[in-house]
């Protein structure tokens, strides 16, 4: 069995590609789990 890679022609091809996957998961996950942590922590007066 041969295992086939695929290979890009351009260095920026498979980051282009991965790009908008890592700014739904920043939006969507990574920045309201971040601000409910930093609310978590604030007092209250």
Request: hydrophobic content about 55%; glycine content about 2%; overall charge positive.
């Amino acid at each position: 069995m041969s295992s086939s890679r695929p290979v890009f022609r351009s260095r920026w091809l498979p980051y282009l590609l991965v790009a908008p996957q890592l700014v739904i998961t920043v939006i969507f996950f990574i920045w309201p789990a971040g601000e409910a942590l930093w609310y978590s922590l604030q007092s209250v007066d």
